[in-house]
Protein backbone atom coordinates (compact mmCIF):
# COMPACT_ATOMS: atom_id res chain seq x y z
CA UNK A 1 0.00 0.00 0.00
CA UNK A 2 1.07 3.08 -1.15
CA UNK A 3 0.58 6.30 1.68
CA UNK A 4 -0.55 9.71 0.48
CA UNK A 5 2.89 10.70 1.24
CA UNK A 6 4.36 8.18 -1.23
CA UNK A 7 5.73 5.39 2.20
CA UNK A 8 4.93 2.23 1.20
CA UNK A 9 3.41 -0.13 4.08
CA UNK A 10 4.11 -3.53 3.38
CA UNK A 11 1.92 -5.20 5.55
CA UNK A 12 2.30 -6.37 9.47
CA UNK A 13 2.83 -9.03 11.33
CA UNK A 14 -0.37 -9.78 12.03
CA UNK A 15 -1.51 -10.15 8.49
CA UNK A 16 1.16 -12.37 7.40
CA UNK A 17 0.15 -14.81 9.88
CA UNK A 18 -3.63 -14.63 8.79
CA UNK A 19 -2.16 -15.13 5.43
CA UNK A 20 -0.55 -18.70 6.44
CA UNK A 21 -4.44 -20.06 6.16
CA UNK A 22 -7.47 -18.93 4.29
CA UNK A 23 -9.26 -20.35 7.55
CA UNK A 24 -6.94 -17.86 10.61
CA UNK A 25 -8.86 -15.62 11.64
CA UNK A 26 -7.80 -12.68 14.07
CA UNK A 27 -10.47 -10.62 16.87
CA UNK A 28 -9.95 -8.59 18.90
CA UNK A 29 -10.13 -9.79 22.67
CA UNK A 30 -11.88 -6.64 24.30
CA UNK A 31 -14.99 -4.69 23.84
CA UNK A 32 -15.06 -3.06 20.60
CA UNK A 33 -15.65 0.49 23.06
CA UNK A 34 -12.07 0.56 24.07
CA UNK A 35 -10.39 -0.08 20.78
CA UNK A 36 -10.70 3.84 19.99
CA UNK A 37 -8.85 4.67 23.32
CA UNK A 38 -6.68 1.96 22.80
CA UNK A 39 -5.51 2.74 19.83
CA UNK A 40 -4.80 6.77 20.37
CA UNK A 41 -2.57 5.62 23.75
CA UNK A 42 -0.31 3.33 21.18
CA UNK A 43 0.11 6.33 18.98
CA UNK A 44 0.81 8.89 21.16
CA UNK A 45 3.30 6.35 22.90
CA UNK A 46 4.99 5.98 19.69
CA UNK A 47 7.91 7.76 18.36
CA UNK A 48 7.39 10.64 15.95
CA UNK A 49 8.96 8.62 12.69
CA UNK A 50 6.97 5.63 13.61
CA UNK A 51 3.56 6.95 13.82
CA UNK A 52 2.71 7.08 10.19
CA UNK A 53 3.32 3.27 9.40
CA UNK A 54 1.76 2.40 12.90
CA UNK A 55 -1.39 4.27 12.32
CA UNK A 56 -1.46 2.27 9.05
CA UNK A 57 -1.19 -0.41 10.80
CA UNK A 58 -3.59 -0.21 13.49
CA UNK A 59 -6.96 1.18 11.41
CA UNK A 60 -5.53 -1.88 9.18
CA UNK A 61 -6.87 -3.72 12.26
CA UNK A 62 -10.16 -2.04 12.81
CA UNK A 63 -11.26 0.69 10.92
CA UNK A 64 -15.03 1.37 12.47
CA UNK A 65 -16.12 3.17 9.05
CA UNK A 66 -15.34 -0.07 7.01
CA UNK A 67 -14.82 -3.02 8.73
CA UNK A 68 -15.37 -5.47 6.11
CA UNK A 69 -11.72 -4.26 5.19
CA UNK A 70 -10.15 -4.99 8.05
CA UNK A 71 -8.42 -7.54 9.72
CA UNK A 72 -10.31 -7.84 12.71
CA UNK A 73 -13.45 -10.88 12.04
CA UNK A 74 -15.06 -10.87 15.64
CA UNK A 75 -14.77 -9.84 19.02
CA UNK A 76 -14.72 -12.04 22.64
CA UNK A 77 -15.48 -10.51 25.90
CA UNK A 78 -15.74 -11.46 29.23
CA UNK A 79 -17.00 -9.65 32.68
CA UNK A 80 -13.00 -8.54 33.42
CA UNK A 81 -12.77 -6.95 29.38
CA UNK A 82 -17.05 -5.25 30.18
CA UNK A 83 -15.52 -3.81 33.34
CA UNK A 84 -12.50 -2.43 31.36
CA UNK A 85 -15.17 -0.48 28.86
CA UNK A 86 -17.34 0.77 31.66
CA UNK A 87 -13.52 2.19 33.33
CA UNK A 88 -12.88 3.28 30.11
CA UNK A 89 -15.74 6.02 30.19
CA UNK A 90 -17.22 5.91 33.93
CA UNK A 91 -19.08 8.83 33.60
CA UNK A 92 -20.91 7.64 30.49
CA UNK A 93 -22.01 5.07 32.43
CA UNK A 94 -22.59 6.38 35.31
CA UNK A 95 -25.11 9.11 33.24
CA UNK A 96 -26.66 5.73 31.90
CA UNK A 97 -27.33 3.89 35.58
CA UNK A 98 -29.44 7.38 36.66
CA UNK A 99 -31.24 7.28 33.11
CA UNK A 100 -32.12 3.65 33.83
CA UNK A 101 -33.00 4.25 37.36
CA UNK A 102 -35.32 7.32 36.58
CA UNK A 103 -37.32 4.86 33.63
CA UNK A 104 -37.24 1.94 36.33
CA UNK A 105 -37.35 2.78 39.64
CA UNK A 106 -38.57 -0.37 41.27
CA UNK A 107 -35.33 -1.91 39.51
CA UNK A 108 -32.85 -4.26 41.91
CA UNK A 109 -29.05 -3.92 41.68
CA UNK A 110 -28.97 -6.54 40.30
CA UNK A 111 -30.99 -5.85 37.75
CA UNK A 112 -29.16 -2.63 36.92
CA UNK A 113 -25.88 -4.48 36.32
CA UNK A 114 -27.65 -7.01 33.74
CA UNK A 115 -29.27 -4.28 31.88
CA UNK A 116 -25.90 -2.21 32.05
CA UNK A 117 -23.86 -5.46 30.83
CA UNK A 118 -26.80 -5.91 28.17
CA UNK A 119 -26.07 -2.33 27.10
CA UNK A 120 -22.29 -2.82 26.86
CA UNK A 121 -22.85 -5.90 24.47
CA UNK A 122 -25.48 -4.57 22.55
CA UNK A 123 -23.21 -1.19 21.56
CA UNK A 124 -20.64 -3.98 20.81
CA UNK A 125 -22.47 -5.85 18.57
CA UNK A 126 -24.00 -2.77 16.12
CA UNK A 127 -20.65 -1.92 15.97
CA UNK A 128 -19.80 -5.24 14.14
CA UNK A 129 -23.09 -5.63 12.58
CA UNK A 130 -21.82 -3.99 9.12
CA UNK A 131 -19.18 -6.87 8.95
CA UNK A 132 -21.75 -9.41 9.78
CA UNK A 133 -23.60 -8.05 6.99
CA UNK A 134 -21.52 -7.97 4.03
CA UNK A 135 -19.72 -11.20 5.10
CA UNK A 136 -23.25 -13.22 4.37
CA UNK A 137 -22.97 -13.67 8.45
CA UNK A 138 -20.05 -15.41 8.41
CA UNK A 139 -18.16 -13.17 10.56
CA UNK A 140 -18.56 -10.10 12.75
CA UNK A 141 -20.02 -12.24 15.74
CA UNK A 142 -19.43 -10.50 19.63
CA UNK A 143 -19.22 -13.11 22.20
CA UNK A 144 -20.89 -12.49 25.34
CA UNK A 145 -20.50 -14.26 28.81
CA UNK A 146 -23.05 -15.70 31.06
CA UNK A 147 -22.48 -14.54 34.64
CA UNK A 148 -19.26 -16.03 35.84
CA UNK A 149 -21.30 -16.30 39.12
CA UNK A 150 -23.53 -19.25 37.32
CA UNK A 151 -21.09 -21.20 36.03
CA UNK A 152 -22.35 -24.36 38.03
CA UNK A 153 -26.37 -23.65 37.25
CA UNK A 154 -27.53 -24.91 34.17
CA UNK A 155 -30.82 -23.24 34.78
CA UNK A 156 -29.63 -19.85 35.15
CA UNK A 157 -26.75 -20.09 32.58
CA UNK A 158 -29.93 -20.73 29.98
CA UNK A 159 -32.05 -17.84 31.06
CA UNK A 160 -29.27 -15.71 30.83
CA UNK A 161 -28.02 -17.09 27.36
CA UNK A 162 -31.81 -16.46 25.99
CA UNK A 163 -31.66 -12.99 27.42
CA UNK A 164 -28.25 -12.03 25.91
CA UNK A 165 -29.07 -13.65 22.27
CA UNK A 166 -31.71 -12.13 21.81
CA UNK A 167 -30.11 -8.52 22.01
CA UNK A 168 -28.88 -9.20 18.05
CA UNK A 169 -27.93 -11.98 15.95
CA UNK A 170 -24.68 -11.56 15.87
CA UNK A 171 -24.27 -12.10 19.30
CA UNK A 172 -22.90 -15.65 20.02
CA UNK A 173 -23.46 -16.61 23.98
CA UNK A 174 -20.18 -17.24 25.80
CA UNK A 175 -20.78 -20.73 28.14
CA UNK A 176 -18.22 -21.95 30.23
CA UNK A 177 -16.80 -25.30 30.36
CA UNK A 178 -18.07 -26.71 33.37
CA UNK A 179 -20.20 -30.07 33.99
CA UNK A 180 -22.69 -27.88 33.87
CA UNK A 181 -22.36 -25.63 30.76
CA UNK A 182 -22.45 -29.09 28.60
CA UNK A 183 -25.91 -28.95 28.70
CA UNK A 184 -26.56 -25.43 27.75
CA UNK A 185 -24.00 -25.46 24.91
CA UNK A 186 -26.12 -28.53 23.60
CA UNK A 187 -29.66 -26.48 24.35
CA UNK A 188 -28.50 -23.17 22.49
CA UNK A 189 -27.19 -24.97 19.41
CA UNK A 190 -30.43 -26.95 19.33
CA UNK A 191 -32.18 -23.61 19.02
CA UNK A 192 -29.87 -21.89 16.24
CA UNK A 193 -27.80 -19.92 18.89
CA UNK A 194 -24.13 -19.52 18.64
CA UNK A 195 -22.36 -19.97 21.16
CA UNK A 196 -18.18 -19.86 22.35
CA UNK A 197 -17.25 -22.51 24.95
CA UNK A 198 -14.99 -20.76 27.36
CA UNK A 199 -12.69 -21.78 30.53
CA UNK A 200 -11.68 -24.70 28.88
CA UNK A 201 -8.05 -26.00 28.61
CA UNK A 202 -8.84 -29.64 27.93
CA UNK A 203 -8.62 -31.52 25.03
CA UNK A 204 -11.51 -33.45 26.72
CA UNK A 205 -13.38 -30.55 27.53
CA UNK A 206 -12.67 -29.14 23.73
CA UNK A 207 -13.99 -32.93 22.13
CA UNK A 208 -16.70 -33.04 24.53
CA UNK A 209 -17.87 -29.53 23.84
CA UNK A 210 -17.66 -30.51 20.18
CA UNK A 211 -20.05 -33.44 20.71
CA UNK A 212 -22.60 -31.47 22.43
CA UNK A 213 -22.43 -28.95 19.71
CA UNK A 214 -22.71 -31.59 17.03
CA UNK A 215 -25.56 -33.11 18.76
CA UNK A 216 -27.45 -29.96 18.97
CA UNK A 217 -26.62 -28.91 15.57
CA UNK A 218 -27.97 -32.28 14.27
CA UNK A 219 -31.27 -31.61 16.76
CA UNK A 220 -31.82 -27.98 15.17
CA UNK A 221 -31.46 -30.03 11.56
CA UNK A 222 -33.94 -31.77 12.22
CA UNK A 223 -36.34 -29.00 13.89
CA UNK A 224 -35.94 -27.57 10.65
CA UNK A 225 -34.31 -24.30 12.55
CA UNK A 226 -32.90 -21.57 11.12
CA UNK A 227 -28.90 -21.86 11.33
CA UNK A 228 -28.14 -18.40 9.45
CA UNK A 229 -24.99 -16.84 11.04
CA UNK A 230 -24.68 -19.52 13.57
CA UNK A 231 -21.27 -20.34 14.81
CA UNK A 232 -19.40 -22.23 17.53
CA UNK A 233 -15.61 -21.66 18.20
CA UNK A 234 -14.40 -23.52 21.68
CA UNK A 235 -11.82 -21.58 23.28
CA UNK A 236 -8.55 -22.53 24.31
CA UNK A 237 -7.31 -20.55 27.38
CA UNK A 238 -3.52 -21.74 26.73
CA UNK A 239 -1.67 -19.28 28.96
CA UNK A 240 -3.81 -19.71 32.01
CA UNK A 241 -3.19 -23.42 31.71
CA UNK A 242 0.53 -23.41 31.30
CA UNK A 243 1.13 -20.87 34.43
CA UNK A 244 -0.97 -22.20 36.74
CA UNK A 245 1.02 -23.16 40.04
CA UNK A 246 -0.33 -26.42 40.02
CA UNK A 247 1.44 -27.35 36.93
CA UNK A 248 5.06 -26.24 38.17
CA UNK A 249 4.04 -27.99 41.44
CA UNK A 250 3.88 -31.22 40.10
CA UNK A 251 6.77 -31.08 37.58
CA UNK A 252 8.87 -30.08 40.38
CA UNK A 253 7.04 -33.33 42.20
CA UNK A 254 8.55 -35.16 39.04
CA UNK A 255 11.93 -34.27 38.58
CA UNK A 256 11.06 -31.79 36.17
CA UNK A 257 11.90 -28.01 36.52
CA UNK A 258 9.41 -25.95 33.81
CA UNK A 259 10.98 -23.78 31.71
CA UNK A 260 9.02 -20.91 30.03
CA UNK A 261 9.57 -22.83 26.84
CA UNK A 262 8.77 -25.83 28.13
CA UNK A 263 5.15 -24.52 29.39
CA UNK A 264 4.82 -22.99 25.98
CA UNK A 265 5.18 -26.10 24.65
CA UNK A 266 2.59 -27.95 26.85
CA UNK A 267 0.14 -25.28 25.66
CA UNK A 268 1.10 -25.45 22.09
CA UNK A 269 0.81 -29.72 22.20
CA UNK A 270 -2.71 -29.44 23.46
CA UNK A 271 -3.92 -26.69 20.51
CA UNK A 272 -2.42 -29.29 17.99
CA UNK A 273 -3.19 -32.52 19.24
CA UNK A 274 -7.29 -30.67 19.52
CA UNK A 275 -6.98 -29.84 15.89
CA UNK A 276 -6.17 -33.25 14.56
CA UNK A 277 -9.06 -34.42 16.48
CA UNK A 278 -11.35 -31.12 15.04
CA UNK A 279 -9.80 -32.05 11.42
CA UNK A 280 -10.42 -36.13 11.55
CA UNK A 281 -13.53 -36.00 13.37
CA UNK A 282 -15.00 -32.73 11.06
CA UNK A 283 -16.44 -31.19 14.04
CA UNK A 284 -18.42 -28.35 13.25
CA UNK A 285 -17.12 -26.11 16.26
CA UNK A 286 -13.64 -24.18 15.46
CA UNK A 287 -10.73 -23.84 17.87
CA UNK A 288 -9.81 -20.43 19.21
CA UNK A 289 -7.21 -19.44 21.06
CA UNK A 290 -6.94 -16.81 23.74
CA UNK A 291 -4.54 -16.14 26.50
CA UNK A 292 -1.68 -15.56 24.00
CA UNK A 293 1.65 -14.57 25.59
CA UNK A 294 4.83 -13.07 24.50
CA UNK A 295 8.05 -15.36 24.51
CA UNK A 296 10.12 -17.37 24.93
CA UNK A 297 13.58 -15.32 24.62
CA UNK A 298 16.08 -17.28 23.40
CA UNK A 299 19.47 -16.60 22.66
CA UNK A 300 18.44 -12.86 22.96
CA UNK A 301 15.45 -12.94 20.30
CA UNK A 302 12.13 -12.45 21.30
CA UNK A 303 9.34 -14.71 20.74
CA UNK A 304 5.78 -15.38 20.37
CA UNK A 305 5.14 -19.37 20.19
CA UNK A 306 1.59 -19.01 20.23
CA UNK A 307 1.25 -17.32 16.57
CA UNK A 308 4.63 -18.95 15.69
CA UNK A 309 4.07 -22.56 16.42
CA UNK A 310 0.92 -22.88 15.08
CA UNK A 311 0.51 -20.73 12.32
CA UNK A 312 -1.39 -22.42 9.72
CA UNK A 313 -3.88 -23.10 11.98
CA UNK A 314 -7.93 -23.17 10.56
CA UNK A 315 -8.61 -21.51 14.01
CA UNK A 316 -9.45 -18.41 15.68
CA UNK A 317 -7.13 -16.04 17.42
CA UNK A 318 -8.17 -13.42 19.91
CA UNK A 319 -5.96 -10.50 21.05
CA UNK A 320 -6.23 -8.51 23.78
CA UNK A 321 -5.39 -4.78 24.44
CA UNK A 322 -2.19 -5.88 26.39
CA UNK A 323 -1.14 -8.66 24.17
CA UNK A 324 -1.56 -6.68 20.79
CA UNK A 325 0.54 -3.95 22.58
CA UNK A 326 3.18 -6.06 23.55
CA UNK A 327 3.42 -8.07 20.08
CA UNK A 328 3.57 -5.16 17.82
CA UNK A 329 5.84 -3.31 20.10
CA UNK A 330 7.99 -6.41 20.20
CA UNK A 331 7.57 -8.85 17.33
CA UNK A 332 10.79 -8.84 14.68
CA UNK A 333 8.88 -12.40 13.12
CA UNK A 334 9.36 -11.24 9.34
CA UNK A 335 7.72 -14.11 7.79
CA UNK A 336 5.27 -16.80 9.81
CA UNK A 337 5.08 -20.42 7.74
CA UNK A 338 2.73 -22.75 8.17
CA UNK A 339 3.63 -24.95 11.06
CA UNK A 340 0.16 -26.28 12.99
CA UNK A 341 1.00 -29.78 11.81
CA UNK A 342 4.61 -30.15 12.84
CA UNK A 343 5.51 -32.29 15.80
CA UNK A 344 6.24 -31.16 19.10
CA UNK A 345 9.91 -32.13 19.90
CA UNK A 346 10.69 -35.85 21.28
CA UNK A 347 12.96 -34.89 23.89
CA UNK A 348 9.86 -31.73 24.83
CA UNK A 349 7.26 -34.04 24.56
CA UNK A 350 9.25 -36.75 26.86
CA UNK A 351 9.39 -34.24 29.57
CA UNK A 352 6.27 -33.05 29.83
CA UNK A 353 4.97 -36.77 29.78
CA UNK A 354 6.52 -37.11 33.37
CA UNK A 355 3.82 -34.65 34.63
CA UNK A 356 0.40 -35.57 34.97
CA UNK A 357 -0.70 -32.50 35.00
CA UNK A 358 0.08 -32.25 31.19
CA UNK A 359 -0.98 -35.76 30.80
CA UNK A 360 -4.60 -34.89 32.05
CA UNK A 361 -4.99 -31.89 29.81
CA UNK A 362 -3.42 -33.39 26.52
CA UNK A 363 -4.90 -37.07 26.73
CA UNK A 364 -7.97 -37.51 25.07
CA UNK A 365 -9.68 -39.02 28.09
CA UNK A 366 -7.87 -37.65 30.62
CA UNK A 367 -10.48 -35.99 32.29
CA UNK A 368 -13.78 -37.07 32.74
CA UNK A 369 -16.96 -34.43 32.03
CA UNK A 370 -17.74 -35.22 35.90
CA UNK A 371 -14.58 -33.56 37.36
CA UNK A 372 -13.97 -30.72 35.03
CA UNK A 373 -15.32 -28.53 37.47
CA UNK A 374 -12.03 -29.41 39.31
CA UNK A 375 -9.32 -28.36 36.83
CA UNK A 376 -7.71 -25.73 38.51
CA UNK A 377 -7.29 -23.06 36.17
CA UNK A 378 -11.51 -23.25 35.62
CA UNK A 379 -11.63 -22.83 39.49
CA UNK A 380 -8.95 -19.70 39.02
CA UNK A 381 -10.83 -18.00 35.94
CA UNK A 382 -14.31 -18.81 37.51
CA UNK A 383 -13.15 -16.57 40.75
CA UNK A 384 -10.93 -13.98 39.01
CA UNK A 385 -14.23 -13.60 36.65
CA UNK A 386 -17.11 -13.66 39.08
CA UNK A 387 -14.80 -10.90 41.32
CA UNK A 388 -14.92 -8.72 38.43
CA UNK A 389 -18.51 -8.90 37.76
CA UNK A 390 -18.73 -7.79 41.70
CA UNK A 391 -16.70 -4.96 41.02
CA UNK A 392 -19.34 -3.77 37.79
CA UNK A 393 -22.13 -4.42 40.70
CA UNK A 394 -20.44 -2.21 42.78
CA UNK A 395 -19.65 0.38 40.48
CA UNK A 396 -23.85 0.08 39.27
CA UNK A 397 -24.02 0.28 43.66
CA UNK A 398 -22.20 3.35 43.50
CA UNK A 399 -24.17 5.22 40.99
CA UNK A 400 -27.44 4.15 42.49
CA UNK A 401 -29.86 7.32 43.47
CA UNK A 402 -29.94 7.81 47.36
CA UNK A 403 -33.15 5.62 48.73
Not at 35 to 56: S, V, Y
Not at 60 to 70: G, K, M, N, Q
Request: charged residues 25%; glycine residues 6%.
Amino acid sequence: MVLADNRTFSGSPLERFAATNPGTEIWWDSSPLVFETWRTKMLEAAAPEDRWELAEELLRLWDPEHPEATLFRGVTTNPPLSLAAMRDDPSRWAAWIGSYHASQPDASLEDVFWALYKEIVRLGAAALTPLYESSGYRYGHISAQVDPRSAFDTNAMLRQAFDLAALSPNVMVKVPGTREGMPVLRELTRRGISTNCTLAYTVSQFVAVAEQVQAGLGEARVDDVDLTGWRSVVTHMSARWEDAPEFTAQGLESGVELSAAARRWAGIAVFKEAQRIFRRRAYPSKMLMCSLRMGPVLDGVDHCWHLERTAGADAVFTLPPAFLTEFIQRCRTPSFESRIWDQIPFEVMAKLRSVPYFNRGYDLGGIPVDEFNDIPSLQSTAREFSMATGEMVSFVREQAPPM
